[in-house]
């Protein structure tokens, strides 16, 4: 097969906004008796930038440095600084195109069923087509303002589809919520590049990687920049603490979620801090806190999915948590690198695939589980946990899918995720000092993911069913109204589900022979390792054997409780009855926001200052003017006699005057 040209790349983000044109100036306006139509565009064109993503991996595959070099070409032109448009196709942007586009087909594919029926059926297809776009234009961007501009496309496709039913007061203010809050972590990216470019001179990202390398970008400088940018990726992947968006964006359609939970909105963040990595390797205090705030962000959002009781909202803190764990691999293994002293180019990028080997596996599982919690919704018209039960006998495709997620997202062996999530901790297990504890933080957020996934599994599918009629009233999905009949859901939406089962199992084993490693530049094994741990009491005091061991712990005790009913779960929460209060409350982070920070310091504090600056400052000053010209005119008014002999004996006084200065100054 011959090498992909450069068109063929393009067409991977083009089919997407043709699709996205199309449906909203053709099909929307002319043929919307016709919706489904959407649906097959959208589809045909995802497919299709699928194959080509396909292509481009394989391009890449067989290039010696795994990089496929395009022109660029010129774009903007201010005073004499050139900004070029153009495309950097390397190993994190052909991953990053194979996960896009295959999630978003998948859940494209599951829509069909889920969103039958709804009115803006077509506007959803075309929103969707938009956002799929510019997550793949972001990953494509060969420059800082490419990047910045999907960026912000990204932001606004997410504010469009979780508010997607903006007739519910509850999905109009949640994404107003995610838009105000994910700005703040934008300021800081673009301070940081704006503050990157002015020191530089150069937006280019290959040009940035070289001279940060190479040192020729001081220190202090990289320091800066990079917290700019990890900013910016905090407020995407929804770090502490700027999390606060994100649970509550469960209010769009469920396969909105899937997409932003998977591949596209949240992933951005860390994709992004992978893209400019070696700006981070040239500063260890960057990566100390990109390290910290990831291993933090992974136990505190797993506390609050232990007592949710909503699946979407587990699987949202479950998000939360495991973009902590990807932000605490890519800082350890550039800490780590940064400790060896001799960091280059190519050992920068390679540190990328601990991070970004786990946002591979763990986009196929938490899709996989987002698409069986809509499925659960379709059947039982509501997201309650409690009002569930007993669904396994009903809905035996989705249970078993859900399940595999489940133990997939566990980190049990042999699935996706046990293979990313332990090369995670082994990088932080090899940390030194005080930060080896970032260790103990993930192994303790191992646990707490196994249990609370199992939790859900439990308490949605074992038992006996709790709803009946009434579940249909709590649900917050477009298919809950009327008597509730259990029933599984149609092929169009299991069959996507099934792929993505097969990911869920899968996946991690392109990383058994190192696979994953080599292809962003490695030339060591770390995939079989893992195994060989489980037996052997050798490399990394047995990091593999303890978080397996951890992990079933971990199911063991939500089997005991919600399973087995040995442990009563309302005794333990009458045990833990301040944990869980302050679990349950989030930690009263949406309180000190919106009642602290948005009231009393915004709208009391700083805002009525800007409004007495506005009222008596620049009003005072507008209306002081005009005032003195009104006053200026009564005064002046008052020389108006209307007698012609006066105008005379003054304009020939001045006349007199101005011969008289004349002279004078002559």
């Not at 004499?80 to 153009?86: A, D, E, R, V, Y």
Request: charged fraction near 10%.
């Amino acid at each position: 097969m011959a090498e992909i040209p450069e068109y063929a790349v393009w067409l991977i983000f083009l089919l997407p906004v043709f699709s996205f044109a199309f449906i909203s100036f053709v099909i929307r306006p002319f043929f919307n008796k016709k919706a489904e139509l959407a649906g097959y565009l959208t589809i045909a064109c995802i497919a299709t930038s699928l194959l080509f993503a396909l292509w481009t991996l394989y391009s890449v595959l067989q290039t010696h440095e795994h990089q496929l070099d395009f022109h660029a070409h010129e774009w903007l032109v201010v005073g004499s600084h050139q900004i070029s448009l153009g495309i950097m196709v390397d190993s994190l942007t052909a991953i990053m195109l194979l996960v896009v586009s295959f999630c978003s087909l998948m859940i494209q594919i599951y829509s069909q069923g889920y969103m039958h029926g709804d009115p803006g059926y077509c506007r959803y297809y075309a929103a969707m087509s938009l956002f799929t776009a510019s997550m793949l234009g972001l990953v494509m961007a060969g420059n800082l303002i490419q990047l910045y501009v999907f960026w912000e496309l990204v932001g606004l496709c997410s504010y469009l589809l979780i508010g997607f039913w903006f007739h519910r007061p509850s999905a109009a203010a949640a994404a107003k919520k995610a838009f105000l809050v994910t700005r703040l972590g934008d300021f800081g990216l673009l301070a940081g590049l704006l503050y990157l470019y002015f020191k530089t001179g150069t937006v280019d990202i290959g040009e940035l990687h070289t001279m940060a390398i190479a040192g020729g970008i001081a220190a202090s400088t990289l320091t800066l920049a990079a917290i700019g940018i990890f900013a910016g990726a905090v407020g995407k992947s929804a770090q502490f603490p700027l999390h606060v968006w994100l649970p509550d964006a469960m209010e769009g359609p469920t396969p909105v979620s899937a997409l932003i939970h998977s591949s596209t909105m949240v992933t951005a963040g860390v994709f992004l801090v992978a893209r400019t990595f070696p700006i981070f390797v040239g500063s260890e205090t960057a990566l100390t806190v990109v390290a910290c705030i990831g291993g933090f962000t992974a136990i505190f959002a797993a506390s609050m999915a232990l007592v949710a009781t909503d699946i979407k909202r587990v699987l949202a803190y479950c998000t939360v948590s495991q973009l902590g764990y990807m932000m605490l691999g890519l800082g350890a293994a550039g800490l780590v690198l940064a400790e060896e002293g001799h960091a280059t180019l190519e050992l920068a990028k390679v540190a990328t695939a601990v991070g970004i080997f786990h946002l591979f596996t763990h986009a196929f599982s938490k899709a996989l589980l987002f698409l069986g919690s809509g499925s659960v919704n379709h059947a039982t018209g509501t997201f309650d946990m409690r009002l569930m039960g007993g669904l396994r006998k009903h809905m035996p495709w989705t249970y078993l899918t859900f399940l595999v997620g489940s133990i997939c997202i566990a980190g049990v062996w042999p699935l996706a995720c046990f293979w990313s999530k332990d090369e995670i901790l082994v990088k932080a297990f090899e940390l030194s000092d005080a930060r080896v504890i970032l260790f103990y933080l993930g192994l303790i957020t191992a646990f707490m993911t196994a249990f609370y996934m199992f939790r859900a599994v439990f308490m949605t599918f074992h038992g006996e069913y709790r709803g009946g009629a009434s579940a249909a009233g709590h649900g917050h999905g477009s298919h809950g109204h009327g008597d509730v009949h259990l029933h599984e859901s149609p092929p169009v939406m299991i069959a996507p589900m099934l792929l993505l089962f097969c990911l869920a199992i899968g996946a991690g084993l392109v990383n058994v022979t190192g696979w994953f490693d080599r292809f962003f530049g490695g030339h060591h094994v770390v995939g079989w390792d893992h195994l060989v741990r489980i037996f052997t009491a050798s490399e990394n005091n047995n990091v593999a054997l303890i978080s397996s061991i951890v992990a079933l712990a971990a199911i063991g005790l939500a089997y005991a409780i919600y399973k087995a009913k040995r442990i009563s779960a309302e005794s333990m929460g009458r045990t833990f009855r301040p944990l869980y209060t302050v679990f349950y409350r989030k930690y009263w982070m949406d309180e000190l926001y919106e009642r602290i920070f948005v009231v009393r310091v915004l709208l009391n504090g700083l805002f009525r200052v800007f409004q007495a600056f506005d009222t008596y400052i620049v009003d005072g000053l507008v209306n002081g003017v005009a005032g003195g010209t009104v006053m200026a005119g009564r005064l002046i008014r008052n020389a108006e006699t209307g007698r012609l002999q006066t105008y005379a004996l003054v304009m020939f006084a001045g006349i007199l005057i101005i011969i008289g200065l004349v002279y004078w100054l002559t």
